[in-house]
């Protein structure tokens, strides 16, 4: 399904269930087996679209609701034939499995009933879990919803009146409506498309008006589960006063590994060890209570030079009790209780236990930078298929090998050239953000569908230490750069001069534990420097929450849409390349929800274009373009690179001291102090290079120089006897800095 860019831009940091399509009051759980039938009261007079009226319904488990006994038995096989001949409405007739996902669920206040598959997959594995909805009105409307995780499956759709056949394209009616010559008014899937939109009904005389909502929601993160519940709260303004001086906690990540794969993607586990080199006792108590570890993974890939992270926005483990052993060294000061780590002591989870689905949670119900998370609601509380919360615990039976946690898609794991890390990453509670460096831990590691191993040793830190050649610099949220109010980003960076004088510039962005996340990314640039390829790479698999980048009068600036800020234990790309070279810049990331207290806009220092060695000047006709290899640094050799000349012209460098620059015959040409002094000829690329030799001699150190290419070209656009290109002021000197 189609939809306007600006409609998906609009959609809110929300539930996935979105609040204009989903109704959160689905009733209780009717207890749906595999292909059943259940006959409920409406609590109100309901007319079907035959016309008769009725005061209950049966509902099928497979998707079917018809007047009571009508349907007889349950139907998995949807069929055009059989829907048209009598009287239903079918929210999604196909062959559903409630009974392995939240299950078939009613609920009426004596106006609305409300019909709820939730969380339901198709049989046999089919499909990962999705909610389909009706709602039925005393005012003899209903409305019709699919979350966005609906499959493309050969599924039908609407209501039939028993007799005449209207068949739709309902996706038509999204953002406005259609009319149906009859009540009976349906569409037969050979590829289900209506996902996260919504359909009413009213009566239009013989036939019924369709209403189509687009929902807008946010995107589901790659895992079958259900939808982002139980957020946490933001960082609460006495925050500072409650972290816990000398209490530190070490991450290190163990040469022990988990693979459960399924058909397309494998969840990776990896064995973590928990030191307390601190000067006080950590606390393990176990759920609902919140004070224990979190044990957080992320596996990333080096390839084509770019440093991504190719695991989703995984589960995290729940520690809930210490072995209090003597791994770390030092000695270990047991003290006499699995819920506290005493000093100097170590606790081991094997890549088993920090897979086990009862103990994990979903990254979105933790406050990272205060360790706060709430049992209540909870995935831990509610478990799968999805019990009513209690706040006592619910054994979660995953639908497969991969849900509830780490997961990786196959295919990110099958180039050759790449290298792969992974990194543990612990969360306390209240643990002093200063002392959280320690809390990471990574290693290179051979990651495979079937196998991970190690390929060599652990450090401490960021995993953005791992790539090569980047220089890495971070910071974090203070109010006023002094009291610590939010977690802390890394920012790496790699600069790579290209083969044509352009610079290609790679940024990655580790979100530690900032929870007002990433909403804005920005790096300074020259204001006459010129840019091209801007790109960015998040961790999800929907291409249409992509960020938004924009060219600013002196920054490159990219922006979150709504719903897809960059959250803790994540890292996110930026690339681009520009005609300026690096040099010391600010770069900047805006909260996407400001913290109490905190600095909105976190700077920092790193590489960015800020300094314009050489400066295009737009000049010329004729399409001929002209830019400099090198630096013209003393002594050197850059060379001038033409393009866009014919093969076996002429080609050459007008100089000039001065920038002085007429328009004449048209075209804008630089008079030259020593014209068409170099001379080449071009390729059958169209390219040349002309080298500019520049001498030893240290009184050349800040002197400017004006370049123009000249191709020789009979009917040429200047004058009819040539091309002529871009101007090019090259700054000359080993001390180059600055925009100009």
């Not at 009261?41 to 079917?64: C, E, H, K």
């Not at 206040?109 to 049989?123: Q, R, Y």
């Not at 600013?552 to 959250?567: C, F, I, K, M, T």
């Amino acid at each position: 399904m189609n939809r306007p860019i600006s409609l998906l831009l609009a959609a809110s940091l929300a539930s996935p269930l979105a609040a204009q399509c989903y109704n959160p009051s689905i009733g209780s759980s009717l207890g749906a087996g595999d292909d059943t039938i259940h006959t409920v009261s409406l609590g109100f007079s309901f007319t079907m679209p035959s016309g008769a009226t009725v005061t209950s319904v049966s509902i099928d488990s497979n998707g079917r609701i018809t007047a009571p006994g009508a349907a007889g038995a349950s139907d998995f096989t949807p069929s055009s034939g059989e829907f048209t001949a009598q009287t239903m409405i079918c929210p999604y007739w196909d062959d559903l499995a409630p009974q392995d996902g939240g299950g078939l669920h009613f609920g009426t206040n004596g106006s609305t009933a409300v019909i709820t598959w939730l969380d339901t997959p198709l049989f046999g594995g089919g499909s990962g879990p999705f909610t389909v909805q009706c709602e039925l009105r005393s005012n003899n409307t209903f409305t019709l919803y699919y979350d966005q995780r609906a499959p493309s499956s050969d599924s039908l759709c609407g209501a039939s009146a028993g007799f005449g056949a209207a068949q739709l394209n309902l996706s038509d009616a999204i953002g406005g409506s259609i009319n149906s010559p009859s009540k009976t008014a349906f569409q037969d899937f050979g590829t289900f498309d209506l996902a996260d939109a919504s359909f009413d009904y009213s009566s239009n005389g013989a036939g019924y008006l369709i209403t189509g909502t687009d929902c807008m929601s946010p995107p589901i993160p790659p895992v079958d589960t259900s939808a982002p519940t139980n957020l946490p709260d933001d960082t609460p303004a006495n925050a500072p006063s409650l972290f816990v001086p000398g209490l530190d906690i070490e991450a290190r990540m163990d040469a022990s590994y988990q693979n459960n794969a399924d058909s397309d993607r494998v969840a990776v586990s990896m064995q973590t060890t928990a030191c307390n080199p601190g000067s006080v006792i950590g606390t393990w108590i176990p759920q609902p209570n919140p004070n224990h570890p979190l044990i957080c993974q992320m596996y990333l890939r080096l390839v084509n030079g770019r440093m991504e992270q190719i695991s989703d926005w995984g589960y995290v483990k729940h520690s809930f009790a210490s072995t209090n052993s003597n791994g770390c060294g030092g000695g270990c000061q047991n003290p006499g209780s699995g819920q506290l780590l005493g000093l100097n002591c170590s606790d081991t989870y094997g890549a088993g236990l920090n897979a086990s689905r009862n103990w994990a949670g979903p990254s979105w119900e933790i406050n990272a930078f205060t360790g706060d998370w709430n049992a209540f609601g909870s995935h831990w509380d509610r478990g799968w298929p999805q019990t009513t919360p209690d706040g006592s615990g619910t054994t979660a039976n995953a639908p497969n090998a991969t849900a509830f946690r780490c997961i990786i898609e196959n295919d990110k794991l099958s180039d050759p050239s790449a290298q792969y890390f992974g990194m543990n990453f612990y969360i306390h509670q209240w643990e002093p953000e200063a002392n959280r460096e320690n809390n990471m831990s990574h290693r290179p590691l051979n990651i495979t569908v079937g196998n991970t191993s190690s390929l060599g040793n652990r450090q401490a830190g960021t995993v953005l230490n791992r790539w090569p050649g980047a220089r890495v610099e971070s910071v974090a949220n203070y109010e006023n750069g002094v009291t610590p109010r939010d977690g802390r980003f890394y920012v790496a960076c790699v600069v790579t001069q290209l083969a044509d004088g352009w610079y290609h510039y790679e940024y990655a962005v580790h979100n530690r534990d900032n929870h007002g996340r990433n909403g804005q990314f920005s790096v300074p640039l020259c204001p006459n420097a010129r840019v091209r390829d801007i790109d960015f790479k998040d961790i999800d698999l929907d291409g249409a929450n992509e960020w938004i980048s924009s060219v600013q009068s002196n920054r490159l600036q990219w922006d979150a849409p709504a719903g897809n800020a960059q959250p803790w234990n994540t890292v996110f790309n930026f690339w681009f390349d520009s005609d300026a070279a690096p040099g010391d810049g600010q770069i900047d990331i805006v909260q996407a929800t400001p913290q109490i207290n905190a600095d909105a806009i976190l700077s920092l220092t790193n590489d960015a274009p800020v300094v314009q060695a050489n400066i295009n000047v737009p000049a010329g006709c004729g399409g001929l373009d002209m830019w400099p290899n090198a630096q013209a640094t003393i002594p050197s050799n850059p060379g001038m690179v033409i393009n866009g000349a014919a093969n076996g012209a002429t080609v050459g460098v007008l100089l000039s001291v001065t920038q002085n620059i007429v328009n004449f015959g048209g075209c804008d040409f630089l008079l030259a102090d020593i014209p068409f002094a170099l001379t080449a000829t071009a390729g059958g690329t169209g390219s040349a290079t002309i080298v500019v030799p520049v001498n030893n001699d240290p009184g050349l150190e800040g002197a400017r120089l004006h370049m123009q290419g000249v191709e020789l070209a009979i009917g040429g656009s200047f004058l009819g006897v040539a091309n002529l290109s871009n101007v090019v002021e090259m700054r000359i000197g080993n001390n180059t800095s600055g925009c100009n």
